[in-house]
């Protein structure tokens, strides 16, 4: 029998700006769908990332958190940590830089350096009282 | 099928270490970098039960019993001691919190009516959480 995994969770956290608009619709359109996003503001987001896997019986780790910090801040806070989101190559082509398209941004980022099977969930809070969750496809 | 699910946060303060009795301290001191060094945490155990309500209590879950039930089979054998050295339980066991998640999900899976307990989480600081829940998978 499989031993059951062990779910491990780490938490970042990043600030960044962001603005919505949608280019193929008017000023006025974008005022009346998305209001005062439409102004670029900014966020502290905070990523937990959550890894599935069995434990090492060696180390007792299903991976080592160190090295976690560094895959991820390698791949995700160097690359947002106060930068403007809209101006990202992700956000370029009229992505709207919400936390669901966000999110999912970091998912396309971290899966191949972490293993979309050892990859269980990312939780982006845009603020303390909102989140989205991303499983991945 | 359980409808609900009731979590209850626990804490407890401990010391531990990193270490393994395979490796040398040099190997050690390497893999687990400072967490080689005793140290400690104020540890947050979040245990998650599944029930179906009763409609008698409007309760799927007593927390009182569940309180005792923690405070007997965990709470006792871990606040302030040493994890790494002064837990019969934990003898042998590096005390990551993979390790921990697995060793308090079997003391209070023993504890408990069978198939009650969901899921156990260990918190060891704000950042780090490590979550156990047996053969099911976790959403």
């Known amino acids: 029998m499989t031993p059951a995994p062990v779910y491990v969770t780490r938490k970042f956290t990043f600030s960044a700006a962001h603005h919505y608009r949608q280019p193929a619709w008017s000023d006025e359109e974008n005022r009346r769908v998305f209001g005062a996003l439409t102004v670029p503001h ?3 987001y905070a990523l937990e990332v959550t890894l599935v896997g069995a434990v090492d019986e060696r180390t007792g780790m299903v991976m080592d958190l ?20 809209n101006a990202d190559p992700v956000f370029a082509s009229g992505r709207i830089p919400t936390t669901e398209n966000l999110v999912r941004a970091c998912w396309d980022l971290l899966a191949p ?4 099977e050892r990859l269980h969930r ?14 991945g496809s | 099928m359980s409808a609900y699910r009731l979590t209850r946060s626990y804490h407890f303060s401990a010391g531990h270490r990193l270490a393994s009795a395979a490796l040398s301290d040099d190997e050690n001191a390497r893999l687990y970098g400072q967490c080689f060094r005793p140290h400690g945490h ?6 998650t039960l599944a029930g179906t309500l009763d409609p008698a209590t409007g309760m799927a879950g007593d927390l009182g019993e569940l309180d005792r039930t923690v405070e007997r089979v965990l709470l006792d054998h871990v606040d302030h001691y040493d994890l790494s050295s002064a837990v019969p339980a934990l003898d042998g066991v590096i005390t990551t919190g993979e390790n921990l998640a697995r060793a308090f999900w079997g003391w209070l899976a023993a504890a408990l009516p069978p198939g009650r307990l969901e899921r156990v ?11 156990y829940c047996g053969s099911r998978s976790l959403r």
């Open chain 1, 42 to 44: 900014g966020h502290n």
């Open chain 1, 66 to 85: 160190a090295e976690l910090k560094r895959l991820v801040g390698d791949a995700v806070i160097a690359r947002f940590d106060h930068a403007d989101l």
């Open chain 1, 113 to 116: 350096k972490l293993g979309a």
């Open chain 1, 122 to 135: 990312l939780r982006l809070w845009e603020d303390p009282t909102f989140y989205v969750e991303y499983f």
């Open chain 2, 42 to 47: 104020n540890y947050t155990v979040e245990v």
């Open chain 2, 121 to 131: 989480a260990v918190v060891e600081t704000a950042n780090n959480t490590f979550e």
